[in-house]
Every structure is written in C-alpha cells, then in structure tokens.
C-alpha cells in the first residue's frame, strides 16, 4: 500500500506543477503564434515579451496543408501564422483570413515595394512578407564541367544516377514545365501531358527523387545535381564548397512566406503588434541571419553583413528572377497534378 | 558446432538490426556539424544547446506531462474495466472485449479526426486536456487487454476465501485481487506510457495552440532539417530508460528473493 501511495503523492506533485505552469500564463495577456519548425530566432520571441509583457505560446507546423487542416477545424485560437504563397490564396478564398490594419504596423514600410501587392494577395490587405526565395538547381564544381544555366542539364544522360529531383509532385511537374517553355501554373492538359513525357524520360537518368535528405546526399556528394531551395542551398555551399547554384534562364519558382492573422484569432491588435515587432529593421536581420533565408525587408539589409546581402544564391538579381512565378493555388486541378504526378511515379 | 555459430550469427544479426539506427543516431549526436551524413569530429555542442533550447524542453515536458497523467488514469480506468469484464457472463462479456478491440485496430488517423470531431461537437478549446483525454482514450483497451489475462490466471477462490474469512469486498479487491493481478497492472501502465510518449497523429490532431509534445515538435523541424539537438535528446532518453531497466531488473531480481524468505518464514 506503501508504493500507491507514493504514487499518489507522485500525481499531487506533477498536478500541482501543471497547474503552476498554467496560472503564471493568465495574468499576461497570450499571442499563439503558429509558424514552421524552426523558423524564427527564439530570442526574438523572448525580447517580444519583455517590452509588450506578452506571454508568446508558440507552436509548429511542418507543411502549409498541417496548418490549413488544423486552422480550417476550428477548435484553436491561433493569432498570427505564416502560411505560402499558394496556401494564402486558398485561405483568402475560403474566407479564413482577417484583414491586416497596415495603419498599426508603421514598420511595413521597411519591405520592399517588389514583394508588395503580389498575385496571391493582390491589394496587400491579408498579408505581410517574412521570408521569400527561389528554387533551382544546385551542383557539384568537379563533376559538372559544362555550364550550369538550363532545365536540360538534369536531363543530360552523361550525369545518369548522379541527378536527384524533388520528391514533391508541384515543384517536378514545374520543373518539367519550365524547361519546356510553358508557365508553371499551367493548366493545359496538352502542356501537362508533354510535362509528363518529359519526367518519364528523365526517371531512368535519376538517382533518386528525394525529400529533405536531399542536404545529406549533396554535401556527402553522393549525387552531382539537385533540384533544391535557395535557402537550403546557402547551407548546403556552406558545408560544401564544391557546390554552386543556379538558377536556370528558363526561370523557375519564387516563393513566399508570409504573415497572417487567422480568423480564429482572439488578439488582434497584439496580432498587429507582433507582426510590426518582426517586420522592424534589427529584429527581421536577427531572424534573417538564424534562419539563413532571404528576408524582403530592405532596411534589414543594410544591417546585415555583405556576406550575406551580396550572396547571389540568397539575394538574386532582378533579370535573374525575372522569368520566375509564384506557384497559384490550384483549387480543384489540383487533381490532374495526382494523376500525372501518379502516372509518372508507378512508370 | 557449426549450428552453434549460426546460432550466434542469427542473434547477432537480429540485435545490430534493431539497435544499429540507434547506435547512429547517438554517435551523430556528437558531431560537429549539422549534417547527417558526415563527421566533422567530436562536440558536446548539441548537448548543452538542447539545456538552452526553450521550445524542445517545453515539448519535452509535455510529453512527460501528458504520458504521466494518461498512463496512471488509463490504468487506473482499465484495471478496475477489466476486473467488471471478468465477473460479467460469457455473452456480454465476449460483447464488450469486442467494443474493447475496435480502437486497438482501428488506424490511429480515424481515432485522431473523430476524437477532433467529437471535442468540436461539445465545443472544447483543443489544448492540452483534449490531448490528455485523447491519450486516455487510446491506451484503456491495452490496459484492459494486458490486464484481463492476469485475472484469469488467478484463482477464481482467492478471493472468496478471503470474504469468507472476513474480509469486506473493497478489502479484499486491495489485498487479494490487485496484488495478485500486479504484473498484469504494471505491463498495461508501461504500454499506456511508451504509447503516449511515441504518439504523433492523434496528438497533431487534438492539441491546440502552444501545447506540443517531442514528436510534433521533431516532425515540424523536417522543412529545414532535423536538429542534432534531437539526436541529443534521444540519447539522454534512451540512457534513462536503459538505466530504469536495469534498475527495475535489480530491484524485482531482489524483490522475488525477499518473497522467497517471508515464504519460508511462514512456513
């Protein structure tokens, strides 16, 4: 009987800790912030809290369609996100979105005009710009000899079993669809069908398609080329220095990360003022130099060092990005995209 | 003699198959560099930034939290279920076993968006009850079914006896019944506990905003690479429970021996 009730006293402790743990949150007022792994600089967060005494719960998501499926069930209050590009289309067009105040977040001002009124936020009302970058191929110096510059080199059969493409059926169908020549968000059924043809002939050439473990197999150089993000080709050059990157002249994806405030928010103006809070000048270059990827602010360039600012990986040119798009929301095409994405997997 | 070396060849393959990813994952969790793939010498580094890391140290402690409270109520629930299963008759219980084993089939993401579902229907704020109400959902039918053998093993007289030498029935449940169904008990709290802390989907699904465990946590770090932090992690957790076992082991190896001697001294 001893041992039971030990194990009572046990449960009393850890209830009671619990029960702490909960009261502290109360007095403060609560911002849930729902945002990708890893993906801010936790110290950020803290300094958030010291100067509006808010207490931050912070969460995490691991793809765009987590966070749609876990705001779209309703049952949580979460006041800030950061979902993509496509996914914030979806979500304005389903009505999950609260209009943004710009006049609470003077900070706006900081980021820069190009990434501002984009396609899938036409009048900057629902969102504000965290992170951006692009897609394209990275490779390796001592094994890739010719020039770099095209969608063709992955379908070169001189470097069979050393290409690894994205196992991800949106970014390969592009792939395929820019080195035609076509837009990435096409949604020609002949233009889809010749996409198809085109990965299908590539599939022998292949080493593998991959997912995160694509970082591993670079910079172990397993692989010669790759299809990857410009955010995790700077990390993978740094770990590498035989690797470079490029993006094709065909163009490619330019991608998005945004700040919203979910319709399941309960704190809006806090909402606005944690959105200002990130988009000031020192705090974006903090987030920008932890997270290693490409920040639109323009005064938080300036605060960061030239290695950074003047990485043509991060920082492309603006003929550079030029033929490059913003993935839209598919809405129910995105059905075609299973079937040929199927098609050429089972082949 | 040569089936001998087969033998140990067998043994020795089973075991590096099951222990080899962990052999891996703890020799990368000092290593130098992010990366999986290669070794760039020797660093605590990930150690003492896994002591600094706020957000896996909160994951950390509601998944300890959560694998504590719903592992002690399950057992609690499915202990005394089962001791009811067993007085029932044969129809009814042979019904309610059946109800017993759909959630043990039934594919965690159907409980996970029904457990949702069901929360939204009577309007409670996902957090972390729902997740804790959760977890005691899935693990009182392993409670119950680890259970349940253990009192058919037991002497159906055992406790009539003691009633019959005066003992009340709640008397006899606690010194007659439970002790003797203990093993039983212990299994389905260390079954209800390791399912808990391992449990992703249902998890995802019924936890609300700031409240994580370790595996939402570690499943959300996949867009920008997993942190040897975790691998750090893992290896102070598998050194615990290492150590637990081995402790348990000496202490039960003990405990048997202690009962051998108050045997005899009744005798």
């Known amino acids: ?347 | 003699m040569v089936n001998k070396i087969i033998k140990k060849i067998y043994t020795f393959l089973i075991f590096a198959f099951l222990y080899a990813p962990i052999i891996v994952l703890i020799v990368f969790s000092f290593n130098n560099s992010k990366s999986r793939g290669v070794w760039n010498g020797f660093t605590m580094r990930w150690y003492i930034e896994l002591l600094k890391d706020q957000e896996i140290l909160k994951a950390l402690y509601y998944t300890i939290l959560v694998a504590v409270l719903s592992s002690a109520i399950s057992t609690f629930i499915g202990t005394f279920a089962a001791i009811g299963i067993y007085n029932m008759n044969l129809f009814s219980r042979k019904i309610v076993l059946n109800i017993n084993y759909l959630p043990v089939l039934n594919p965690d993401i159907v409980t996970a968006v029904s457990l949702m579902t069901l929360f939204r229907f009577v309007n409670l704020e996902l957090g972390f009850l729902t997740m804790l109400l959760a977890h005691v959902a899935f693990s009182v039918p392993y409670v119950v079914l680890s259970v349940l053998p253990k009192l058919k093993q037991m002497n159906k007289h055992l406790a009539e006896a003691a009633m019959d030498l005066g003992a009340t029935p709640m008397y006899a449940l606690r010194k007659v019944i439970i002790p003797e169904i203990m093993p039983g008990i212990v299994t389905g709290a260390l079954i209800a506990f390791t399912l808990s802390i391992d449990d992703f989907v249902i998890s995802f699904f019924n936890t609300g905003s700031g409240v994580t465990n370790l595996s939402i946590t570690v499943y959300s770090m996949a867009r920008r690479g997993i942190n040897p932090e975790i691998n750090a992690l893992s290896t102070l957790m598998f050194i615990s429970v290492l150590v637990l076992l081995l402790i348990i082991n000496k202490r039960s190896s003990k405990d048997s021996k202690g009962g051998m001697i108050s045997y005899e001294k009744m005798l």
């Open chain 1, 1 to 347: 009987m001893k041992r039971c009730y030990k194990t009572l006293l046990l449960l009393a402790i850890v209830l009671i800790i619990s029960m702490v743990g909960a009261g502290c949150g109360q007095e403060k007022p609560v911002l849930n912030v729902y945002n990708w792994g890893d993906y801010i600089d936790p110290d950020v967060i803290k300094d958030f809290e010291e100067e509006f005494n808010i207490k931050v719960n912070y969460s995490t998501f691991t793809t765009n369609e987590d966070m749609y499926v876990k705001l779209k069930s309703g049952g949580t209050s979460y006041d800030v996100a950061f979902p993509s590009d496509y996914m914030i289309e979806k979500m304005i067009k389903e009505d999950m979105l609260l209009k943004i105040d710009m006049n609470n977040i003077p900070n706006y001002k900081n980021i820069d005009d190009k990434f501002k009124k984009l396609d899938f936020d036409p009048n900057d009302e629902y969102s504000v710009p965290y992170m951006w970058g692009t897609f394209g191929i990275i490779y390796n110096k001592n094994v890739v000899k010719d020039k770099v510059d095209s969608w063709n080199i992955l379908w070169d059969e001189k470097y069979s079993d050393q290409i690894l493409m994205l196992d991800s059926q949106r970014d390969s169908i592009a792939v395929a669809l820019k080195k035609l020549g076509y837009s990435m968000n096409s949604k020609d059924l002949k233009e889809l069908g010749k996409a198809k043809e085109e990965l299908v002939k590539q599939k022998p050439l292949l080493l593998a398609y991959v997912g995160d473990e694509v970082k591993d197999m670079m910079i172990g150089e397993e692989a010669a080329l790759a299809v990857v993000w410009s955010g995790d080709a700077v990390y993978m050059m740094r770990e590498n220095t035989n690797l470079d990157y490029v993006i094709p002249k065909e163009g490619s994806n330019l991608w998005f990360d945004n700040i919203v405030i979910p319709k399941t928010c309960k704190n809006k103006k806090d909402a606005e003022l944690f959105i200002d809070f990130l988009c000031r000048p020192d705090i974006a270059a903090r987030n920008t130099k932890y997270i290693g990827y490409s920040t639109p602010n323009k005064e938080a360039l300036k605060e960061l060092p030239k290695k950074i600012t003047e990485d043509k990986v991060a920082y492309p040119s603006d003929e550079e990005v030029e033929n490059c798009e913003i993935f839209n929301d598919p809405g129910k095409f995105v059905k075609e995209y299973d079937r040929i994405w199927t098609e050429v997997k089972v082949q």
